[in-house]
């Protein structure tokens, strides 16, 4: 129930009308019996500082940043996490004992969550994409002590920023997506990362592509394990072909709960949910509303 002395935790980004976050959020706090609730924000870009300047002012106890001020927000922040300042991106803040936001980027977490446990040390891996997504990405295989990270773009700028940001941990090819040794890469690969948009449920339901077209996975292989950060729909185009391959697969709705998990053990300083309260509560509601997003 909603008291006056309940306090929030909020999202801030633009647009977050799609966000599922307020869905297992809520049924975690529910789950924990906290007097919290989780709401979602709109803020302009030229709102920014003035909306979390305000919100430090009131009952908000943290909040999460998604698009497109996971970089805006750091000049923001008194404290920044090593891993945010490695990812250059915050998408988790907190008021420390100053009213100051502290911040940090539960993505890698979230991202590593469904692999901990395959024994993946020494492996090949491939990364689709070098936007955003991808740095996360990139460090959790770091993580995970693979001997071998390759990224396919078709970017060529931001695929050699991307190099650049990690070569002081590890030495990573970086491929076009036409570049025919692809196909290569793609047969002797453990892992393979989507990061990229492609397969996305949108309005007009065109979801029946495969990143980079059909052409690119004509050599996977069964042994390879196929990982999507696209968790709606469920299965991805990508993770249909896969799975008639006999690959294993992994839909992006792990990652999506598990960083959500490790945002909330940041806010309730280490309080945390059985990772199926959140994952229960996203099935139920994007099997009830059969939702765009």
């Known amino acids: 129930m909603i008291t006056s002395k309940t306090s929030f935790i909020a999202l801030i980004g633009n647009p977050i009308s799609h966000s599922l976050s307020p869905i297992m959020q809520n049924a975690a706090l529910e789950y924990l019996g906290l007097d919290l609730i989780y709401i979602a924000i709109p803020c302009k870009n030229e709102d920014l500082e003035i909306v979390l300047n305000s919100l430090k002012k009131i009952n908000c106890r943290g909040l999460n940043i998604t698009i497109p001020f996971k970089e805006k927000v750091f000049e923001l922040c008194s404290e920044i996490s090593p891993i945010a300042k490695q990812?250059?991106?915050?998408?988790?803040?907190?008021?420390?004992?100053?009213?100051?936001?502290?911040a940090t980027n539960t993505d890698v977490e979230g991202f590593i969550y469904p692999l901990k446990n395959l024994n993946l040390t020494n492996k090949k891996s491939i990364v689709l994409g070098s936007g955003g997504a991808s740095r996360s990405v990139i460090q959790g295989l770091i993580?995970?002590?693979?001997?071998?990270?390759?990224?396919?773009?078709?970017n060529k700028r931001s695929l050699e920023g991307l190099i650049k940001n990690f070569e002081n941990q590890i030495?990573?090819?970086?491929?076009?997506?036409?570049?025919?040794?692809?196909?290569?890469?793609?047969?002797?690969?453990?892992?393979?990362?989507?990061t990229t948009p492609v397969g996305m449920k949108i309005a007009t339901n065109k979801t029946n592509e495969l990143p980079y077209g059909e052409i690119f996975w004509r050599s996977l292989n069964k042994k390879t394990i196929v990982y999507d950060l696209i968790y709606n729909p469920t299965p991805t185009e990508l993770l249909k072909f896969s799975a008639n391959k006999g690959c294993m697969t992994i839909d992006g709705l792990q990652m999506l709960v598990a960083q959500g998990i490790q945002s909330l053990a940041f806010w309730t300083d280490g309080l945390e949910v059985p990772f199926h309260i959140m994952n229960e509560a996203l099935k139920k509601?994007?099997?009830k509303n059969d939702c765009n997003f």
Request: aromatic letters at 8%.
């Open 171 to 194: 030495k990573i090819q970086g491929l076009l997506n036409n570049d025919e040794r692809t196909q290569n890469f793609v047969k002797e690969a453990d892992l393979i990362v989507n």
């Open 87 to 102: 990812l250059k991106a915050i998408n988790t803040l907190k008021l420390n004992s100053k009213r100051e936001w502290s």
């Open 143 to 154: 993580n995970l002590n693979f001997s071998t990270i390759s990224v396919v773009s078709r």
């Open 285 to 287: 509601y994007l099997k």
